[in-house]
């Protein structure tokens, strides 16, 4: 496929429990994107990488939350000792170069549930 | 730190009325995007705007940047069934690269 894929698209845990997000940005794609949506709210920045600089962390609401991303491969979001808030939508997004001039290209994301 | 709002925040039409959602930033901005996020679904890329007072179209869409760049419109006319959703608007005026996503606006269109 062409566009951006995350997994899983839906993701279950109890409390407490660690999760690792997935996602695959489009083939050539030097900048990738995580994003956080809450139910009916807008798009809370995570951490944004781009090509070989060190990523931005500035959005990641605390210790809990990490990523890595592989060259520019396949990125992954973890976050440990899941807590309720954390339930939501976590948007990963890519773009073909650096620079807030290019389109972000979306995937459909991975709707995380905290019991 | 650089704020992106968007009004109104919700907006409920009848088929084939116009809507309008503004977008004002705290600081100047190099460019604005506008992506639009269906129901369920996930933003897209709708369109960019780059220079002052910049005007463009797509079908019965019209974007508009605003002369000090720090502000920007959208405008469906005659509205449609397939216009529900939530659009935001997007733009960089800080000293990072990253783009800052407006509080969007939900549009429900009733047939």
């Known amino acids: 496929g062409a566009g951006v894929s995350q997994s899983p698209s839906n993701k279950v845990t109890e409390k407490g429990k660690d999760v690792e997000l997935r996602c695959d940005p489009i083939?050539?794609?030097?900048?990738l994107y995580w994003y956080r949506q809450r139910l009916g709210q807008g798009l809370e920045f995570l951490i944004y990488?781009?090509?070989?600089?060190?990523?931005?962390k500035s959005g990641l609401p605390s210790d809990r939350f990490s990523a890595e991303r592989t060259g520019e491969s396949v990125s992954t979001l973890t976050i440990q000792r899941t807590q309720q808030e954390d339930s939501a939508v976590y948007l990963c997004?890519?773009?073909?170069?650096?620079?807030?001039?290019?389109?972000?290209?979306f995937g459909d994301g991975t709707r995380l549930s905290i019991l | 730190g650089q704020q992106v709002m968007q009004i109104p925040q919700y907006q409920h039409v009848q088929e084939g009325e116009d809507f309008t959602t503004y977008c004002n930033s705290s600081?100047?901005?190099?460019?604005i995007q506008w992506y639009k996020q269906r129901p369920g679904g996930h933003p897209v890329f709708l369109i960019q705007?780059?220079?002052?007072?910049e005007v463009k179209k797509q079908k019965r869409l019209t974007f508009q940047f605003g002369e000090a760049k720090k502000n920007s419109s959208l405008h469906i006319t005659a509205t449609q069934t397939t216009d529900v959703g939530t659009y935001f608007c997007?733009?960089?005026?800080?000293?990072?690269?990253?783009?800052?996503f407006g509080t969007g606006t939900l549009l429900a269109v009733q047939p």
């Open positions: 997004a890519s773009s073909f170069s650096q620079g807030s001039n290019q389109p972000q290209h």
């Open positions: 083939s050539g794609h030097t900048a």
């Open positions: 990488f781009q090509g070989n600089s060190a990523p931005d």
């Open positions: 600081t100047t901005l190099s460019n």
């Open positions: 705007l780059v220079k002052s007072g």
């Open positions: 997007a733009g960089n005026g800080g000293a990072t690269n990253k783009l800052i």
